[in-house]
């Protein structure tokens, strides 16, 4: 079967522009997340989601930063009014639950706020 | 927020044993997951810990104490293409929030 899929594979914008980047998960997984990693830099977690609902939240980094999910299944990270240092790789991941099962990642949205 | 100490980078011969450490924060653990991540590719699950001992998986093995606040990454008989990224990563809190440490980046030598 497919894997997690995550579209654009790469995005280039002008500062202040909105963004909005999508996640297919893996058919049937429950739970879903999303990271970012910059450059050099570790895994950040955002936000994860347990069916369409996201508990937690507060690991977004700034209110310019939504996510939703519907029905489900796919879910958008959406940035507002982007900024340099928004500039990153955004993995989205999903498993069968929750926290605790192995996670199958994306290939990732590469971000460049230019 | 927690914070998750592994080395950054590490280098061993290929066909030896290499053994990555984590230390994190007690308060709060819920679980430790070790990813593997090649350059420029997405990470993929080597293990996850909830209970205290050793966990092994072919030639890959996790371990955690949880007094103690400490994992490692077991990797036996070691390959060219084990040379990758190994992140450490803690469930902290009731609403399962995850702090990813930095990453040991493993290089094996022939």
């Known amino acids: 079967g497919a894997g997690v899929s995550q579209s654009p594979s790469n995005k280039v914008t002008e500062k202040g522009k909105d963004v909005e980047l999508r996640c297919d998960p893996i058919s049937g997984h429950t739970a879903l997340y999303w990271y970012r990693q910059s450059l050099g830099q570790g895994l950040e977690f955002l936000i994860y989601?347990?069916?369409?609902?996201?508990?937690?939240k507060s690991g977004l980094p700034s209110d310019r930063f939504s996510a939703e999910r519907t029905g489900g299944s796919v879910s958008t990270l959406t940035i507002q009014r982007t900024q340099q240092e928004d500039s990153a790789v955004y993995l989205c991941?999903?498993?069968?639950?929750?926290?605790?099962?192995?996670?199958?990642f994306g290939p990732g949205t590469r971000l460049t706020v230019l | 927020g927690q914070n998750i100490d592994q080395p950054t980078e590490m280098t061993a011969t290929e066909g030896a044993i290499v053994q990555i450490n984590c230390t994190y924060q007690t308060s709060g653990f819920n679980g430790l997951f070790w990813y593997q991540q090649h350059a420029g590719e997405a990470p993929t699950f080597l293990s996850y810990n909830v209970l205290d001992g050793l966990e092994e998986k072919g030639r890959f093995s996790s371990f955690l104490s949880r007094s103690k606040g400490y994992s490692y990454l077991l990797l036996k008989e070691l390959q060219m293409k084990d040379s990758a990224s190994y992140l450490c990563a803690v469930i902290f809190g009731g609403y399962q929030k995850v702090t990813f440490g930095i990453g040991t980046k493993l290089q094996v030598i022939p």
């Open positions: 989601f347990q069916g369409n609902s996201a508990p937690d």
């Open positions: 991941a999903s498993s069968e639950t929750g926290f605790g099962n192995e996670q199958f």
